[in-house]
């Protein structure tokens, strides 16, 4: 007995129960050779005698261990199918159920034991019972069906998509017994498609009318017209292309001749697509819009636009691409597949994960998932925790591919046990549901952007519906931004708002026209805001239609161009003020360019120069200058043009047309195109020759009064010592003759005598005056900061005024940097006047101070008899009096002294008087003197 395994050893066996072994079959272990242990089958039977008594027991042994592997595999295949999230469901040939997984019971809502026995047509809606048939008729005959879509109806009647995989279940002769049906619900996937569909329709429609780029091009396919706007859709310019043929740049010619026929039989061609070849070589796909049109002569032309649709190409690419590879993912198994022992330990891979991840069963298995999972599984894994519930279903993860590409999935997973319940690892299936979530993402960025545009139009646009009524049901939320109205407002009453003008006579025509279907060029409409303002929108309408292609309203885009015309208006009255302008004054406005090259001139340079404009234009502006002149300014310019600087009264010398010098002064600005650069300059030329002239006769006198101001030095000089001297001995012998004969003078004699005295002196002051004056200007002392208090104080005390005459200071004077002696001049003049023609028994002097902006202003003011207004400018020139100069003794000198010394500093000096009642003198220091 030792080929049993101590655990199947039994006692011996008595002969009651010997007897019983007859046919007896059981499982048990047996042991090898070299000491493993296996299971086996044993059939036992009781050998008897003659008389029917046991004598033996014959025992057969079988070896099952393949059996037993095989229902370990059979156990471990109904776990996956149990596991899987779709839905596997076996049926009978007639389309019975007899099989029905957790999968299924997810998917479709009923339980196993309400469909089991029940014909597969309760899980297809009404219209599409019939197809169950047809597809069982098919797999009856052999056929298979992989990825076949279709619709499907859950036990609470709801309708959503599936993608089916038929297959039939033979016996082992081959012959057919069943059909299995694996369900995987795909409606989100389906509705990320249509919702994309949907989108993108909407978003071409409402953009539909907005052009690209305008052509025309005539019967011998010669393009005639393009707009500036190719620049932005290729490398070509605009004068590149016209007066070429258009077969030039198209890739297939073909495509051409295909349009040609198009157009022909409608009339028209929407959104064409063609292939043009750009200056680079490039392949641009378009998109053309056109019409055709008839000329007189029986020609034809074309007159259309133009889109890049490249983007949109990509983006299809793109989409189909990403489509074909999910269709390949769900063939055959819809779901990757595997199996882990309780160390995380892959033991099983099939070959969707294998196509999904890259890594084939060899590489994978016996290697721990993390190899490919990702967050949230790598820092923890659900299968795994007693905190996450099981089964895990429609768990979003992330995984990384063989090749380095992350994806998102949708797993399922539960824990695998043995027969005896033990927990021996995991299944997981998961989905890859990458491709949904960008098409989610693609519809939720073109679904906001739609939303944006319509919402958020910039200030001056408005989107609009209309019914096939004429009645607005949406206008986007900036119509209150343009015009003041809430949506309400303008939905309820925009036809009120309509301006009674011509430009609104044919806005009902255009849109009834619109409503009718045909397609109606942008138009201007007048329209009042809300504050009573007029605007003007430029109007872009184009027809909707439903899928029937039943006009069912139109959508609209306004255009608030009230402002542009305006700044068109101003800038249509600039140009005519600018040219105005540049005829009325007497310079000369040029332009050049980056060449030194006259580009422009205005017709004034034809007075200036000579030259019509015309014979101007082309040339450079060192061309009419003398070569020495021009060499120099060549050189200055290049300095001043390399650092794209201003210039201004650069003075140069050009030679009429009739060889005469004329003398100018320039002065000009750089002109730099949006990123800087330079293109040239715009300035103006001012004829100065005259000014010259005038400088140079200014300089020849300032000669001559070099010379008049040198002799009026001599004579200052003549007059100090030769005048003086004299005059002195004339006043010291009057004095002595006056003293030594005063008795032998009568009274007329003496007063001869003291009115000889009297007019001697008046003589010296005379001449002092006049010395002082000259020296104002031509002797200059050093400049210092004089404190004004103190110099009215000191000549206050030097003057020594009368007891009947008052002098006052009312406020603080300020400290001013100047000539200590011309400031002293100053104050001893207007006070020593004001003593002197005082002619009130109580005489008052006021001295005082205000601050201005950029000066002082000082008064010396007084009681006394006051100045006529007719003498206002008299008394400040040299030698003038008001009085006889016997009767108050006055040289004529001292305000036209202090006047020059004032002016001298950039002051001013003024009277301000009223006969009777006292004059106030004014004048100004500069703070900056």
Request: contains cysteine; glycine residues 6%.
């Amino acid at each position: 007995m030792g080929i049993f395994s101590p655990s199947s050893l039994r006692k011996p066996l008595g002969i009651d129960e010997i007897k019983k072994l007859k046919g007896l079959v059981h499982e048990s272990f047996n042991v090898r050779k070299d000491g493993s242990i296996f299971p086996v089958r044993i059939m036992s039977d009781v050998v008897k005698d003659e008389n029917g008594n046991p004598i033996a027991v014959v025992t057969t042994c079988e070896d099952i261990t393949e059996r037993k592997k095989a229902e370990e595999e059979v156990k471990r295949l109904a776990a996956i199918v149990e596991s899987s999230e779709d839905a596997i469901i076996g049926k009978t040939l007639e389309g019975i159920i007899i099989s029905w997984n957790k999968g299924a019971e997810k998917i479709y809502g009923y339980k196993p034991e309400e469909v089991k026995g029940v014909s597969a047509k309760i899980l297809a809606p009404p219209e599409k019972k019939n197809e169950i048939e047809l597809i069982i008729k098919k797999v009856k005959k052999g056929a298979n069906f992989e990825n076949f879509e279709t619709i499907r109806q859950k036990k609470n009647g709801e309708k959503f998509y599936v993608s089916l995989t038929v297959s039939s279940i033979k016996d082992a002769t081959g012959r057919i017994i069943g059909i299995s049906t694996i369900a995987r619900d795909i409606t989100d996937k389906k509705m990320a498609e249509f919702a994309i569909q949907e989108s993108e329709r909407k978003f071409r429609r409402i953009f539909e009318n907005i052009q690209d780029v305008y052509f025309e091009i005539d019967y011998n396919g010669i393009i005639r017209e393009l707009s500036p706007s190719i620049n932005q859709m290729s490398h070509y310019k605009r004068e590149d292309l016209i007066g070429k043929s258009i077969d030039e740049i198209y890739v297939d010619p073909s495509q051409r001749l295909q349009l040609l026929r198009v157009i022909r039989k409608n009339g028209r061609v929407n959104d064409f697509e063609i292939e043009l070849e750009d200056k680079d070589g490039s392949f641009v796909p378009c998109s053309i819009t056109a019409i055709i049109v008839s000329e007189d002569d029986g020609t034809f032309r074309l007159i259309g636009s133009m889109r890049n649709i490249t983007e949109r190409k990509k983006s299809e690419e793109e989409i189909r691409q990403a489509k074909e590879h999910a269709e390949l993912l769900y063939r055959v198994v819809p779901s990757p597949i595997f199996t882990v022992d309780e160390n995380h330990i892959i033991t099983s891979w099939n070959n969707k994960a294998e196509e999904l991840t890259g890594y084939t069963a060899d590489e994978i298995i016996g290697k721990k998932c993390t190899v490919f999972a990702e967050e949230p599984c790598n820092d923890m894994c659900g299968l795994f925790s007693k905190d996450v519930p099981k089964p895990i279903v429609c768990k979003e993860c992330s995984i990384r591919t063989k090749d380095g590409r992350k994806r998102i999935i949708s797993k399922n997973a539960d824990i695998l046990k043995d027969i005896d319940g033990n927990f021996i690892g995991g299944i997981e299936s998961f989905e890859d549901i990458t491709e949904r979530k960008i098409a989610e993402e693609k519809l939720r960025k073109s679904e906001e952007k739609y939303r944006h545009l319509v919402e958020n139009l910039e200030k001056e646009y408005f989107f609009y519906e209309h019914d096939k009524n004429r009645k607005i049901n949406y206008v986007s939320p900036s119509i209150k931004n343009i015009l003041g109205y809430t949506q309400e407002e303008f939905m309820e009453h925009h036809l009120e708002y309509l301006v009674d003008s011509e430009v609104n006579e044919r806005v009902s025509n255009f849109t009834n026209l619109c409503l009718q279907g045909k397609q109606q060029p942008t138009y201007k409409a007048e329209i009042y805001d809300k504050k009573g303002n007029i605007h003007i929108l430029e109007i872009s309408e184009y027809p909707v239609f439903d899928e029937n292609g039943k006009i069912i309203g139109l959508q609209g885009i306004g255009h608030d161009i009230t402002e542009r015309i305006k700044a068109e208006n101003k800038l249509k009255q600039s140009e005519k003020r600018f040219k105005d302008i540049s005829l009325s004054i007497g310079d000369w406005i040029w332009e050049i360019d980056n060449n030194v090259t006259y580009t422009f001139c205005s017709e004034k340079v034809e007075n200036i120069l000579g030259y019509k404009s015309e014979e101007v234009v082309g040339r450079s502006p060192f061309s009419f200058m003398p070569s020495e002149i021009a060499q120099k300014l060549k050189k200055e310019f290049s300095e001043i043009a390399k650092n794209k600087e201003t210039f201004y009264d650069m003075e140069h010398v050009n030679i009429r047309k009739d060889g005469q010098k004329v003398y100018l002064s320039a002065s000009g600005v750089p002109i730099l195109d949006e990123k800087g650069n330079l293109l040239g300059y715009r300035g103006v030329d001012k004829d100065i020759t005259e000014k010259k002239k005038a400088e140079e006769l200014k300089n020849q006198l300032l000669k001559k009064l070099e010379v008049a101001n040198k002799e009026l030095k001599d004579f200052a000089y003549i007059v100090s010592h030769d005048l003086k001297a004299p005059l002195r001995a004339i006043s010291t012998l009057a004095g002595w003759i006056s003293q030594d004969y005063a008795d032998k003078f009568d009274e007329d004699g003496k007063e001869q005598m003291s009115l000889l005295i009297s007019r001697v002196n008046r003589m010296h002051k005379l001449i002092e005056g006049v010395l002082q004056y000259s020296r104002v200007g031509r002797i200059v002392e050093e400049k210092v900061k004089v404190d004004l208090n103190e110099v009215a104080s000191e000549v206050i005390d030097i003057l020594a005024p009368p007891e009947n005459i008052k002098i006052t200071i009312e406020n603080k004077l300020p400290t001013v940097v100047f000539e200590p002696t011309r400031i002293h001049q100053v104050f001893q003049n207007l006070i020593s006047n004001a003593i002197k023609y005082m002619d009130k028994p109580e005489g008052l002097i006021k001295i005082g101070c205000s601050e201005e902006k950029d000066v002082w202003k000082l008064y010396v003011a007084d009681n006394g008899p006051g100045i006529d207004q007719k003498h206002f400018e008299k008394i400040f020139q040299i030698f003038q009096t008001l009085h006889a100069r016997d009767e108050i003794d006055s040289t004529g000198v001292g305000l036209t002294t202090v006047k020059k010394i004032i002016e001298m500093y950039g002051g001013k000096i003024w009277v301000e008087s009223e006969l009777g009642k006292g004059s106030t003198f004014f004048f100004t220091i500069p703070k900056k003197a």
